[in-house]
Structure formats: C-alpha cells, structure tokens
C-alpha cells in the first residue's frame, strides 16, 4: 500500500526559515511526480511547487525566490526549503505523488509564522 508521509513542519518567527520532507513509501516500481500544496484556514488548497521527476521545478508566485523544491528520485523523496517566512505562509502542506492514473495524498504538516 502506497503512503504519504510529509515531515518538518512547526512554528517559526516571520523571517525563518523550515525544512519540509515527503517521503513515497510502499511503492518499489514508480518515479512518482511530487508537488506540495498549502491550505491556510478557510481557503482552499492552493500549489506551492512541483518537481517532477524528469524537468525543473515550478513555483507559486507566492513563494517564488523564498522556497527551494528538491528530490531525490532514487528513494521518491522531496524537499521544500522554506526561507524568509511570513505570516501568510502559515497553512497546512500537503505533499501530492502521482504515478500514471493514481493520485496519492499525504496528512498534512502544520507550519505556523508568527510572531
């Protein structure tokens, strides 16, 4: 059974910076497609950024220049180096691996910025 396992999150000041992990488990055969999304209270989920498994990565205008996304294919695990926070980055993220016709969420990982 495929899981979806998000890491990192916590609470920060505006200005920090966070770390967040996905890890794909439970799947030897995929090089999943992995993105992050957000969802702060009452809105929507929202894309922060992708990185495929084969092209370059993509960014919300939101986080462009501030997140960094990264991978490493070998073990379907993706990064989201969160710098210069603000309070509006404060949301729940999700981490979204697709392979094919399947569609993977994870749980969720709060990052709170406050001061």
């Known amino acids: 059974q495929v899981q979806v396992m998000e890491s990192g999150g916590g609470s920060v000041h505006p200005g920090g910076s966070l770390r967040l992990s996905c890890v794909v488990s439970?799947?030897?055969?995929?090089?999943?497609?992995m993105s992050w999304y957000r969802q702060a209270r009452e809105k929507e989920r929202e894309f922060v950024s992708t990185?495929?498994?084969?092209?370059?990565?993509a960014y919300a205008d939101s986080v462009k220049g501030r997140f960094i996304v990264s991978r490493d294919n070998d073990n379907n695990v993706l990064h989201l180096q969160m710098n210069s926070l603000k309070a509006e980055d404060t949301a729940i993220y999700y981490c979204?691996?697709?392979?094919?016709?399947?569609?993977?969420w994870g749980q969720g990982t709060q990052v709170t910025v406050s001061s």
């Open positions: 439970g799947d030897n055969y995929c090089t999943y497609d």
């Open positions: 990185l495929g498994s084969v092209g370059g990565p």
């Open positions: 979204k691996a697709m392979c094919g016709a399947w569609t993977y």
